[in-house]
């Protein structure tokens, strides 16, 4: 979407979507599609937004909801409302000789400290054909510099493809949706994987670098239960099988290890291993403030990740950094799995104090972030 202000100033954002979205979250486009949402945006968007002033982002983002009307942006869809929320604070940041990540600063940020990396690896769930059940094999670097942490985490991505090509020779090999790798392996096999080729990119770099997970556990529950392809468990059996991987592989990262509504099974895991582990809510909170006062409530989680097309606007994911920030928890800013070649996610991820942002590390689409912050880090100094 472009926005252009009366100074003549022009902003163009685009919006990612997601392939294993939240019951919750917005949705990316009207019932019609694409075509109907760039209908919506001509006929209720558009009439609001002219003569709007960039600076009043609460006023923006209004309208926004007032040009739907529904709980989840089903009318204009989210995306339209991500990317007029994204177009107008970058528009705002142009305009006044800012950086994006400054627009969106929250209090106590300064631009100097940056994310650990959180970089996909190795693919499976619904981002992958073939591969394991768990969605994504994480590798998570907590070094200062973030050029550091992406070498590192690149490093644990090119082993882990060596490492499938020794033990799998025959077999065709590919990427998934977020740049990882993709093989016909089981979750704890492609797991070993990720922890060798952590262990090993650690040693060779010195850079600190530990393995992660996102389970998108929402994605294979069913009627009460995981359902693996070798073996299915009820909710104990699932603390029980997350905590023992959890301490056996020391698993840094965490993310939806249980369905989306069993915010008890999400607190037992928090107070047995949350000391030592980030638990992570993505599809239980779909970055939504009431979703996450719950959460904090039940202390089901210590971090939460942070999709700004999940809720749609900037007003509402601030509200929901700022609660999250305010109780002590851990945010994470993420890409989606269909994502676009741009950069603003590092500046969501460094304005809002993030504890990590969660991208790719091979694909033009995923570079583009890596290189965003990598210029930021530049910038710091
Ligand atoms: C997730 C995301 C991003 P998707 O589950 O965390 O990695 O996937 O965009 O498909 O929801
Ligand atoms: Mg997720």
Not at 149 to 163: C, N, T, Y
Not at 229 to 247: I, N, P
Request: with cysteine; charged share 25%; hydrophobic share 40%.
């Amino acid at each position: 979407m472009e926005i252009r202000t009366a100074g003549g100033t022009r902003a163009r954002v685009g919006a990612p979507s997601g392939a294993s979205t939240g019951a919750t979250e917005a949705r990316a486009f009207p019932e019609g599609g694409v075509p109907e949402a760039i209908r919506a945006f001509h006929e209720r968007v558009e009439p609001r937004l002219v003569g709007a002033d960039i600076a009043d982002r609460a006023g923006i983002d209004a309208r926004l909801h007032d040009a739907d009307g529904t709980e989840g942006f089903s009318r204009i869809g989210g995306n339209v409302a991500t990317a007029a929320s994204l177009a107008s604070a970058e528009a705002l940041a142009k305009e006044t000789g800012r950086a994006l990540w400054q627009v969106l600063a929250r209090p106590g940020v300064d631009g100097r400290s940056f994310p650990a990396i959180v970089g996909n690896c190795l693919n499976g769930g619904r981002h992958a054909i073939g591969g394991p059940e768990f969605q994504e094999f994480l590798a998570v670097s907590d070094a200062p510099r973030p050029e550091d942490s992406i070498r590192v985490a690149l490093r644990v991505h090119a082993l882990v493809g060596e490492e499938l090509k020794r033990r799998l020779p025959k077999q065709a090999l590919g990427r998934g949706d977020e740049g990882g790798w993709v093989a016909p392996l089981g979750n704890v096999d492609a797991l070993e994987v990720l922890v060798g080729a952590c262990d090993k990119a650690r040693d060779e770099l010195s850079v600190p670098v530990r393995p992660g997970l996102d389970l998108a556990a929402s994605e294979f529950y069913r009627d009460g239960k995981y359902r693996y392809r070798d073996q299915t468990l009820d909710e104990d059996g699932q603390v029980g099988f997350v905590t023992k991987l959890a301490e056996r592989y020391g698993i840094a990262y965490l993310e939806d290890p249980f369905d989306e509504t069993s915010y008890g099974a999400f607190a037992r895991l928090t107070a047995s291993i949350g000391s030592r582990v980030q638990i992570v809510g993505d599809d239980i909170f779909t970055t939504h403030r009431d979703r996450l006062a719950r959460g904090i409530e039940l202390r089901a989680t210590n971090s939460i990740l942070i999709k700004v097309n999940q809720v749609g606007t900037l007003t509402d994911t601030l509200a929901t950094v700022d609660l999250a920030r305010g109780s002590g928890l851990r945010t994470v800013s993420s890409h989606r799995s269909g994502d676009l070649p741009e950069g603003w996610l590092a500046h969501v991820a460094v304005g809002t104090g993030a504890w990590g942002i969660k991208c790719g590390l091979l694909g033009g689409e995923r570079v583009a972030k890596l290189n965003e912050l990598l210029r930021l880090g530049r910038a710091a100094r």
